[in-house]
């Protein structure tokens, strides 16, 4: 039974087990995969670029050769002004060259598309086909496509094949229309060359054939029994006031124009009149007569009639594809962009800030932002909230295109009729222009803009990644191209010499670890010894510096030093260790000296390997500083290797420091991918050490035809048969790659010849034979050619290699002496000619290619090792770079050390510096020591910038005279304007915010003689109070004026009450303050003390009441729900803290179960609590005051239902039956009574209330409490005594009212509050 359980049970999936963002990262997803098993290559099948962590399969549908043609054109017009200037203007330079360049193109589209060859296949494979190739002019070479441009050309063919499936999508969409438009179909389709277009043209079928459209949906055949069932989809109810119009009369008002829309786009776009209007005899109001309705509800003036006939026809010419593409193709040349800056924006922006440069730009032309990253930085700054764009056409551009679309809606009529007519298709084109077409054109602007800045940015990042990466690794004079040296990487890590160990690292020719030491000093002997030991045992042939700090230049000259083998000194403090003065008396010279390069490199992928994963992997027993030399030692063996190891992460290395930022990440790394495929292809992988180096195996996903996924099965099946190739047939015959990916990686995967094995004599044994072409950039497709050349090089015939190895010759060439004579001696150009003539083969740079192989087999393409510049290394030490270290900035300087003529500092970012006696004073002849201490912080400013690198020496001269120091630096902080900027507006604003400033000094600088004032706002105020106790209290300038003061005191945490008071001058000497128009007080301390902390008291009594709930009102509210719901026969309330009016609090009740929570408004007095406005001067009271009134409102409610005969009460035209219990009227509002009111029971007539005013109001006698109206003058009186207490009554109450409370359960032992 257990056996049959086991087999049911469904077999166990990895998706079962993993998580699916595990799955993801570790690419074991069906889309995953998918793209494995496919032959295709692997970036062609994703949507993003392959480092990404989000990349997802592309769904998309390859060209035909059919589509080859159109996509050429579309693609060619498209690659860039400049090779659209060259090519295909008459006076163009390469104008003869146009139509080759088209074919050109034509063969890139049809192996990038239709082929599915990479860009580096073509670019090194088939050269000739995207370059001037003509039989009969060998020796004229033009390149037609750059490599950037055929990336580009890659780019256009996948928007061109989104834009034909668009138009598939299209066609397919007309066709169910079952419609015959001739305009569609000779006029729109024919022109659809963008996305835009396609999309325009869809809402304009939309628009055109909408009820044909829903029609067409809504049949149904009798069979269809199936469809029947399926849910439909609910179509929006909204109409648009066009498609009112277009079913009413109007519309044939409309037609009364004489000339339909598309008519008159069609003159538009043919700019002559092939349709003419047909005049009308009446003039339009006249004629608009005839279609008002007289039986309509309301009527419709001529006028108005008119203005919806003019409606539709400037939805219609808004709505057409071909003029919205004329708009968009006139905002590409003739836009113009204008900033202007917010409110926060002016305050924000100074001039010291980035965005200062375009704060007031004015009129600039579209195309001057092309090639900056200026516009993204507008975009920035607009989702900042700090500044508004607008963009618009120049008038006359605007004037030109509203007169042409005047030209062709208009009648050549002359008669008063016909101009009346004209001005109303002016007012047509008019409205079309305003509310369609320029709308559309600014958002395509915007857009197109953006786009084209952000493609221009990437490409620039792109660039600066391959100048970083298209070098070759380090190596000795001595040493040969293709050699990899050995490595001793050295850091002293930020510098600290209490903290921080000297770490050495010794990577050998492999790149594998060998040592790695750490030692405290390069001073003391014992670690003198040591060092030297290493360079002795290790004999590294470069040593590179790198650190954390500026202390790597002393360390670095320290090391240089050791090497020449030149005397040391025991203090690295000492003067001359620093750079100046004089050295102390030197030790022994060392006794030996070294000649061993020491140079500074590169750190930034360095300073992100330290702390990766990946490094945490491989030396997990390495500190981080020890780490980051491994990766300066790599950076120097690889640069290409290690940058391609980052993975994603190379989105962080900064390429453009100040706008790289603002590009989209997915679309810098599809920039920095191509670059990595670009050098990797160059340089070609070794498959072997690929297999068996988990390091160097990062380059392999960039191979032309592979990726992460494809590179990662490779690796898996070699991995299998044993680790190790021989040769690259096994690529196909072992079934490693499918057949176009073998195509496109074949040449750049190198198979290293092992020089001791010879060629096998039999040529049919070649299957596990070594193929010296195998170790070649040769293509195997053009492996018989290479033969043949050595052949013909060599002078043999094929009688004489019959029975030898097909590449037997190749050997023998390589290995010969005058291989280079012999090779250059053979006529390619006529090799090339006769080739083409026999088969059409195009071979001519592929041949080039083949002699150079033979010559030096994969040799080194690319530009040797850089050395960096003295400001590449101040930049990596210090942050430090031309902008912000200049001469005449003022910068912070701490005081180091003091001599008789000089000053030593040192800046914050490290920099030293030093102070010349003539700098530090006016007069110029003080002692350092009488003007300055060791260890103060000054301000300077930067007299000059001394760099040598040679000698790592990195300082600055500064000055502390106040004469240079008052001047500022503001001139050299301040950002540039740009040249197109709008003075006038700037400097009314200027003069605003300068008036705003002046007003708010005036404002501020008021002082009042008292321990509470500040000159604080309010936000400052309540900071300020945050950690103060409750009833603290702060007095500052109030923004009313200088006759007002506020007084903020903190009522709870988070929680402040701002009081305005108002200050009258008595005219007797002294002031009046006045609080509310009701409390005056003589001076500040008596109205803090009275009022303030009265009212203080008054909210902590209260917040110390049993019936307070700490908390939100929402809090409350589920407080008392769950206990009526626990209690159903009581009722509940309590109090809590009004959060929006600070001071207040809100009384909360529930009356029943059925009931909903009400909240009654608490406002608290220094003397008294008032409910609405009734005063009462003690918690208790304000409880009996609560319960009393909620008695009053429901007796009166009730009373008010039995006149009316129990119905729900009227409460006036309009009003709706109160959706609550109607024995319990919401919050703030009265019951609703008849004329004959509810008697007061303590004498006297209830006044009658307002909708919403309470019954306590001011025309209700005085209370119990003996408490005087609320219109008394200032204050209130003591209450009076009413003789002794009642047993079973509260202290203070008017025995009459508590009879009555007590009569109705008001509370007590049977009352239902609780």
């Given at each position: 039974m257990d056996f049959e359980e086991e087999r049911l049970k469904p077999e166990m999936r990895y998706q079962d087990v993993f998580e699916p963002s595990e799955i993801r990262a570790r690419m074991l997803t069906e889309d995953d995969d998918l793209i494995r098993a496919q032959d295709i290559p692997e970036r062609m099948q994703l949507a993003t670029s392959s480092l990404s962590q989000s990349s997802t399969l592309s769904l998309h549908q390859n060209l035909t050769e059919a589509d080859l043609d159109d996509a050429a054109m579309w693609v060619t017009v498209r690659?860039?002004?400049?090779?659209?200037?060259?090519?295909?203007?008459?006076?163009?330079?390469?104008?003869?060259?146009?139509?080759?360049?088209?074919?050109?193109?034509?063969?890139?589209?049809?192996?990038?598309?239709?082929?599915?060859?990479?860009?580096?296949?073509?670019?090194?494979?088939?050269?000739?086909?995207?370059?001037?190739?003509?039989?009969?002019?060998?020796?004229?070479?033009?390149?037609?496509?750059?490599l950037a441009e055929l990336w580009r050309i890659y780019a256009l063919g996948q928007k061109y094949r989104s834009l034909a499936q668009r138009r598939n999508a299209l066609a397919l969409s007309y066709?169910?229309?079952?419609?015959?438009?001739?305009?569609?179909?000779?006029?729109?389709?024919?022109?659809?060359?963008?996305?835009?277009?396609?999309?325009?043209?869809?809402?304009?079928?939309?628009?055109?054939?909408?009820?044909?459209?829903?029609?067409?949906?809504?049949?149904?055949?009798?069979?269809?029994?199936?469809?029947?069932?399926?849910?439909?989809?609910?179509?929006?109810?909204?109409?648009?006031?066009?498609?009112?119009?277009?079913?009413?009369?109007?519309?044939?008002?409309?037609?009364?124009?004489?000339?339909?829309?598309?008519?008159?786009?069609?003159?538009?776009?043919?700019?002559?009149?092939?349709?003419?209007?047909?005049?009308?005899?009446?003039?339009?109001?006249?004629?608009?007569?005839?279609?008002?309705?007289?039986?309509?509800?309301?009527a419709q003036p001529a006028e108005e009639v008119l203005r919806r006939a003019r409606m539709i026809l400037a939805t219609e010419l808004g709505k057409d594809p071909l003029l919205r593409q004329a708009m968009r193709d006139l905002f590409k040349t003739d836009a113009l962009i204008s900033v202007l800056p917010t409110e926060r924006g002016m305050t924000k922006i100074d001039e010291h800030h980035p965005y200062f440069n375009f704060k007031y730009l004015h009129h600039k032309s579209i195309t001057q932002m092309m090639d900056t990253p200026q516009f993204l930085h507008i975009l920035a700054a607009e989702a900042e909230l700090l500044v508004t764009v607008s963009t618009f056409l120049t008038n006359e551009a605007k004037s030109k295109f509203e007169r042409r679309?005047?030209?062709?809606?208009?009648?050549?009529?002359?008669?008063?009729?016909?101009?009346?007519?004209?001005?109303?298709?002016?007012?047509?084109?008019?409205?079309?222009?305003?509310?369609?077409?320029?709308?559309?054109?600014?958002?395509?602007?915007?857009?197109?803009?953006?786009?084209?800045?952000?493609?221009?940015?990437?490409?620039?990042?792109?660039?600066?990644?391959?100048?970083?990466?298209?070098?070759?690794?380090?190596?000795?004079?001595?040493?040969?191209?293709?050699?990899?040296?050995?490595?001793?990487?050295?850091?002293w890590g930020k510098g600290d010499p209490q903290?921080?160990?000297?770490?050495?690292?010794?990577?050998?020719?492999?790149?594998?670890?060998?040592?790695?030491?750490?030692?405290?000093?390069?001073?003391?002997?014992?670690?003198?010894?040591?060092?030297?030991?290493?360079?002795?045992?290790?004999?590294?042939?470069?040593?590179?510096?790198?650190?954390?700090?500026?202390?790597?230049?002393?360390?670095?000259?320290?090391?240089?030093?050791?090497?020449?083998?030149?005397?040391?000194?025991?203090?690295?403090?000492?003067?001359?260790?620093?750079?100046?003065?004089?050295?102390?008396?030197?030790?022994?010279?060392?006794?030996?000296?070294?000649?061993?390069?020491?140079?500074?490199?590169?750190?930034?992928?360095?300073?992100?390997?330290?702390h990766s994963k990946r490094a945490a992997e491989e030396f997990s027993a390495l500190s981080p500083v020890a780490k980051y030399c491994v990766g300066l030692a790599r950076y120097v063996q690889s640069p290409l290797n290690e940058y391609s190891a980052l993975g994603h992460d190379i989105t962080a290395i900064p390429l453009e420091d100040e706008d790289q930022h603002l590009i989209p990440k997915e679309k810098l790394l599809s920039a920095l991918e191509r670059t990595l495929v670009d050098v990797t292809n160059k340089v070609g992988?070794?498959?072997?050490?690929?297999?068996?180096?988990?390091?160097?195996?990062?380059?392999?996903?960039?191979?032309?035809?592979?990726?992460?996924?494809?590179?990662?099965?490779?690796?898996?099946?070699?991995?299998?048969?044993?680790?190790?190739?021989?040769?690259?047939?096994?690529?196909?015959?072992?079934?490693?790659?499918?057949?176009?990916?073998?195509?496109n990686a074949a040449g750049f995967l190198r198979i290293s010849r092992d020089p001791e094995v010879k060629l096998s004599k039999n040529r049919h044994a070649d299957d596990d034979v070594q193929d010296p072409l195998d170790d070649t950039r040769i293509h195997p497709e053009d492996y018989e050619l290479a033969r043949k050349m050595a052949t013909d090089a060599l002078e043999l015939d094929e009688e004489d290699i019959h029975d030898e190895h097909p590449s037997h010759v190749v050997s023998v060439i390589m290995q010969d002496v005058d291989n280079e004579k012999k090779l250059n001696e053979l006529n390619l150009d006529e090799f090339a000619v006769s080739m083409y003539e026999a088969n059409e083969d195009r071979k001519r740079h592929t041949l080039n290619v083949i002699r150079e192989e033979l010559l030096k087999p994969f040799s080194e393409q690319r530009a040797p090792f850089p050395s960096l510049g003295p400001w590449d290394v101040l930049t990596m030490l210090s942050g430090e770079t031309p902008r912000t270290l200049r001469m005449g900035l003022i910068v912070s300087i701490m005081v180091v050390r003091l001599e008789q003529t000089l000053v030593h500092i040192r800046l914050d970012s490290g920099i030293e510096g030093v102070i010349d006696i003539g700098y530090l004073t006016e007069e110029g002849n003080m002692a350092p020591k009488d003007v300055v201490k060791k260890g103060q912080t000054l301000p300077g400013v930067i007299v000059d910038v001394k760099l040598d690198l040679p000698a790592d020496q990195f300082f600055v001269k500064v000055s502390v005279r106040q004469s240079d120091l008052r001047a500022g630096d503001g001139l050299f902080r301040s950002v540039k304007?740009?040249?197109?900027?709008?003075?006038?507006?700037?400097?009314?604003?200027?003069?605003?915010?300068?008036?705003?400033k002046r007003a708010e000094i005036d404002?501020?600088?008021?002082?009042?003689?008292?321990?509470?004032?500040?000159?604080?706002?309010?936000?400052?105020?309540?900071?300020?109070?945050?950690?103060?106790?409750?009833?603290?209290?702060?007095?500052?300038?109030?923004?009313?004026?200088?006759?007002?003061?506020?007084?903020?005191?903190?009522?709870?945490?988070?929680?402040?009450?701002?009081?305005?008071?108002?200050?009258?001058?008595?005219?007797?000497?002294?002031?009046?303050?006045?609080?509310?128009?009701?409390?005056?007080?003589?001076?500040?301390?008596?109205?803090?003390?009275n009022h303030v902390q009265a009212t203080a008291r008054k909210v902590e009594e209260l917040m110390a009441h049993e019936k307070f709930k700490h908390g939100s009102e929402d809090e409350l509210h589920l407080f008392l729900k769950n206990f009526v719901a626990a209690n159903p026969a009581k009722s509940i309330y309590g109090f809590t803290l009004n959060r929006r009016k600070p001071?207040?609090?809100?009384?909360?009740?529930?009356?029943?179960?059925?009931?909903?929570?009400?909240t009654w408004p608490v406002r608290v007095m220094p003397e008294s609590y008032c409910l609405f406005d009734a005063a009462v001067a003690g918690v208790p009271e304000l409880c009996d005051a609560f319960k009393v009134r909620h008695l009053h409102q429901s007796q009166n409610l009730a009373g008010s239902a039995a006149a009316a005969g129990g119905k729900t009460p009227y409460a006036g035209a309009g009003a709706r039956t109160p959706a609550r219990t109607p024995a319990h009227p919401a919050a703030g509002h009265m019951s609703i009574r008849q004329a004959a009111r509810t008697p007061n029971p303590y004498g006297g007539q209830t006044p009658a209330p307002g909708i919403g005013v309470p019954s306590f109001g001011p025309g209700a006698p005085s209370s119990s409490f003996n408490i005087p109206p609320p219109q008394a003058s200032f204050g209130y009186q003591t209450p009076a005594y009413s003789g002794p207490p009642v047993p079973g009554i509260p202290p203070g109450m008017n025995p009459q009212r508590a009879a009555m409370i007590q009569n109705t359960a008001g509370w007590g032992q049977d009352s239902g509050w609780s």
């Open positions: 690659l860039s002004p400049r090779k659209t200037r060259d090519f295909f203007s008459p006076e163009g330079p390469y104008n003869m060259y146009r139509e080759p360049l088209v074919m050109a193109v034509t063969y890139a589209l049809r192996f990038l598309f239709v082929q599915e060859f990479e860009v580096p296949y073509i670019w090194t494979h088939k050269r000739d086909y995207i370059s001037y190739f003509n039989p009969q002019e060998m020796r004229t070479r033009v390149q037609l496509i750059s066709a169910r229309l079952n419609v015959e438009d001739e305009y569609f179909e000779q006029t729109i389709r024919p022109k659809i060359d963008s996305v835009e277009v396609v999309t325009d043209a869809t809402e304009w079928l939309t628009m055109r054939y909408k009820l044909k459209k829903q029609d067409a949906f809504d049949f149904q055949f009798h069979d269809d029994d199936d469809q029947a069932e399926t849910r439909k989809r609910k179509a929006p109810s909204r109409i648009s006031a066009y498609e009112v119009a277009k079913k009413s009369i109007v519309s044939k008002l409309a037609d009364g124009f004489g000339i339909k829309p598309h008519e008159v786009v069609y003159n538009f776009v043919a700019q002559e009149n092939a349709h003419f209007v047909d005049d009308q005899e009446l003039n339009p109001v006249a004629f608009a007569e005839q279609f008002t309705d007289p039986d309509a509800v309301v679309l005047n030209d062709a809606f208009a009648s050549d009529s002359y008669s008063d009729t016909a101009r009346a007519w004209n001005e109303e298709r002016s007012r047509v084109v008019q409205e079309a222009l305003e509310q369609h077409l320029i709308p559309v054109g600014v958002k395509w602007a915007r857009e197109w803009l953006r786009e084209e800045v952000e493609d221009t940015l990437a490409a620039h990042c792109g660039n600066v990644l391959r100048e970083r990466i298209d070098v070759a690794p380090y190596i000795t004079p001595e040493m040969k191209p293709g050699d990899t040296a050995s490595v001793l990487a050295v850091s903290k921080d160990a000297i770490t050495l690292v010794f990577l050998d020719e492999a790149g594998r670890l060998r040592e790695h030491t750490k030692i405290d000093n390069l001073v003391d002997r014992d670690y003198l010894d040591e060092f030297t030991d290493l360079l002795k045992r290790r004999r590294p042939d470069v040593i590179v510096m790198g650190g954390l700090s500026m202390a790597t230049t002393k360390l670095s000259s320290k090391v240089r030093a050791l090497i020449k083998g030149e005397p040391s000194n025991s203090d690295p403090t000492a003067n001359g260790a620093d750079g100046w003065g004089v050295s102390e008396a030197p030790k022994e010279a060392n006794e030996q000296a070294f000649n061993i390069p020491v140079m500074y490199v590169r750190d930034e992928v360095a300073r992100m390997y330290q992988v070794d498959i072997n050490r690929a297999v068996n180096d988990s390091y160097y195996q990062h380059l392999l996903p960039f191979v032309c035809g592979l990726g992460p996924r494809k590179a990662q099965v490779l690796v898996k099946k070699i991995s299998a048969m044993g680790g190790n190739l021989i040769n690259r047939d096994q690529f196909i015959k072992s079934s490693l790659l499918t057949t176009k990916i073998f195509l304007r740009d040249d197109q900027w709008n003075l006038p507006q700037f400097e009314r604003d200027s003069e605003m915010q300068a008036r705003k404002r501020t600088r008021r002082v009042v003689k008292h321990p509470n004032f500040h000159n604080f706002n309010a936000t400052q105020a309540e900071n300020y109070l945050d950690k103060q106790q409750r009833g603290d209290v702060v007095i500052r300038p109030s923004s009313k004026g200088v006759d007002h003061l506020a007084v903020t005191w903190k009522v709870d945490d988070k929680l402040y009450q701002h009081i305005d008071v108002t200050e009258i001058n008595t005219g007797q000497g002294g002031n009046l303050l006045i609080v509310d128009e009701k409390h005056q007080y003589a001076d500040l301390d008596e109205l803090i003390v001071g207040h609090f809100n009384l909360c009740f529930l009356a029943n179960k059925n009931s909903t929570v009400q």
